[in-house]
């Protein structure tokens, strides 16, 4: 069994879409873990107990659920770090 917060899962494809519709952004590695780091700070956590291979499956489905509050915290997160790179 594993422990596991789908919010991290539903963080990371979502931040893939969207990164991938932007050309004015940094995609280094540095960037997208800070974006991905604000972003989490701003959502609730949800953790879950969970079969190893499920995980995928159900943070789609958490991400439909919340699609608009994630891609609402990385569009912020990305304007954060884009302003301010660490890279
Ligand atoms: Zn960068």
């Known amino acids: 069994m594993l422990f596991k917060n789908y919010m991290e899962e539903a963080v990371e ?3 893939e879409e969207v990164l991938a519709r932007k050309d004015d952004v ?3 590695d540095r960037c997208k873990m800070d974006i991905k780091a604000l ?3 701003n959502l609730p ?3 879950v ?3 190893i ?3 995928y499956t159900k943070a789609n ?3 439909a659920q919340f699609k608009t509050d994630i891609t609402v915290a ?3 997160a990305l304007k954060t770090v884009s302003k301010n790179p660490r890279h």
């Open 49 to 51: 107990v969970t079969d």
């Open 61 to 63: 489905e958490l991400a």
């Open 45 to 47: 956590p949800k953790y």
């Open 13 to 15: 494809t979502t931040l």
């Open 53 to 55: 291979g499920y995980v």
């Open 26 to 28: 940094c995609k280094c």
């Open 74 to 76: 990385i569009t912020n």
């Open 39 to 41: 972003a989490l700070n």
